[in-house]
């Protein structure tokens, strides 16, 4: 092994950076939580997605400014270390590596109910286990060999969406059955009422879930440390955002809605599944469930990737145990990295004893989760423009501070509006009570350190 002060590998190319940008926003997300929103409030989702999109651009703008003028793989934590205090770096960090560790349940969790589809009876718990075990595996290996995964992963189901899209503007032009009713599916799109299937309630619900579906688009600037040349990757690869979101969500949600009347799709297939299936092309559904499959894979991959490298930097800021900060012969965190693989081992059990619902529990944890990293990736940033002149930022937030703002405003929205829902409210209890853990751990953390420098 080699010292704590080693550094990572900066093997991954631009174009992985680009695939890990594009890959980062196109998980179960997407492919399974969009029937449960796409339910909640009709094709008003189209709306959901803009308003997200619209706040995930301004996070990442924010988060490329500070990672384009000091890449580190500790990302936004490294950042509130070194621009707020310890302290908040330290809350930051910890909430990250518990973010990507819930999410890679999720996905290990949303394969086995695309698998379902299927070979209907795979004990959920055993899949889980293979997946982790190999995707750990690959990981130890190099992180070139995570980067070629994740460029292959996200690939293929960036391919598939757009041909996916293809096909849909196809049938809905030329296909005579599939015309009359996307005609009539738009005609009754028009009232209000149906616009907004469940009212006011059921759009807020639904920014619930696209929050979740854009967790993760934060991996770009943590995969910045390891990058060849990030100061040209980092803002290639956060200024597609938008152009993403359009692409892979709003159309994607317009094709799905068009083809098939929204109220009747299944909440617990994948909709991409589902529609085609309803509509009588069972080989473009199986093709579908395939590539959710593979989404969910490369989320996985992203967030086992994300998770460890985000606790080998909580090791060198003197936030983690130590021990997780060494590298291996290839500068692998391999501490770190098996220790995450661990942790996610719980995905198993959860599988184990709730196998229906376990997809739910899991995903309103991690959109806690994901909402108090982007809000401190806000915060950082603040701070950062106030230690750093103006003239020595390369790469600016647009519009700020008001920007920032209505960014952190909306994310505090959302948390309330979880509160309301029955399946989200105790997620949101809980974390206060997850902060007030992490704190103690830090106040316990100084006073040890304290006593062994005393000593």
């Known amino acids: 092994m080699h010292d704590k002060n080693n550094k990572l590998q900066g093997k991954l190319k631009n174009r992985h950076i680009q695939m890990i940008a594009l890959g980062g926003v196109i998980g179960t997300g997407l492919f399974f939580g969009a029937a449960k929103s796409i339910q909640s409030t009709g094709p008003s989702i189209i709306l959901s997605y803009i308003l997200g999109g619209i706040v995930i651009y301004i996070i990442m703008r924010a988060l490329g400014e500070m990672t384009v003028h000091h890449p580190s793989s500790g990302s936004f934590s490294d950042y509130a270390n070194r621009y707020i205090n310890n302290y908040t770096g330290f809350i930051a960090g910890w909430t990250a590596w518990f973010e990507y560790t819930v ?12 698998l379902d589809y299927w070979i209907p009876g795979l004990p959920h718990w055993l899949i889980c286990l ?16 995570f980067g070629e995964f994740e460029f292959w992963f996200a690939g293929i189901k960036i391919a598939a ?21 996307t005609v009539e599916n738009l005609h009754s799109y028009q009232s209000l009422d149906v616009f907004f299937a469940s009212g006011t309630k059921g759009f807020f619900f639904s920014l619930a879930i696209v929050i979740f579906s854009f967790g993760g688009t934060e991996f770009v600037s943590i995969a910045a440390g390891e990058a060849e040349n990030p100061r040209k990757s980092i803002p290639r690869a956060i200024s597609g955002v938008i152009l993403r979101i359009i692409l892979f969500y709003v159309l994607t949600m317009i094709a799905i809605i068009c083809l098939y009347p929204f ?9 991409f599944v589902d529609v085609f299936k309803q509509i009588g092309i069972n080989q473009a559904a199986d093709v579908m469930n395939a590539v959710a499959i593979t989404a969910a894979l490369s989320a996985f991959n992203s967030c086992l990737y994300a998770g460890s490298r985000m606790l080998f930097s909580l090791a060198k800021q003197g936030s983690a145990p130590s021990k997780f900060a060494l590298t291996n012969n290839v500068n692998i965190p391999r501490n770190a990295l098996l220790f995450t693989s661990v942790c996610i081992l719980i995905s198993v ?17 991690a959109t806690c989760a994901i909402l108090t990293v982007w809000f401190l990736i806000l915060l950082t940033q603040i701070y950062f423009r106030k230690h750093t002149p103006i003239e020595k930022i390369d790469y600016k937030l647009i519009l700020f501070p008001f920007s920032n703002i209505f960014a952190m405003c909306f994310l505090v929205m959302v948390m309330f ?5 029955d399946d989200m409210r105790m997620s949101v209890i809980v974390t206060p009570l997850w902060l007030f853990a992490l704190s103690m751990l830090y106040v316990f953390q100084k006073k040890a350190q304290k006593k062994r420098i005393n000593h």
Not at 103 to 114: I, P
Not at 417 to 421: H, T, V
């Open 103 to 114: 999410v890679c349940m999720v996905e290990l969790t949303a394969v086995t109910f695309f």
């Open 349 to 365: 059990a959860v599988n184990y004893i709730f196998p229906e619902q376990a997809i739910m529990y899991l995903l309103t944890i």
């Open 161 to 181: 969406i757009l041909m996916m899209l293809f096909f849909s503007a196809y049938l809905v032009t030329f296909n005579p059955h599939i015309h009359a009713g």
């Open 130 to 145: 293979g997946l982790l075990a190999v995707f750990t595996s690959v990981q130890l290996v190099s992180v070139k060999m």
């Open 263 to 271: 109220n009747k799709l299944n909440a617990h297939v994948s909709p």
């Open 417 to 421: 509006i979880m509160l309301w829902i």
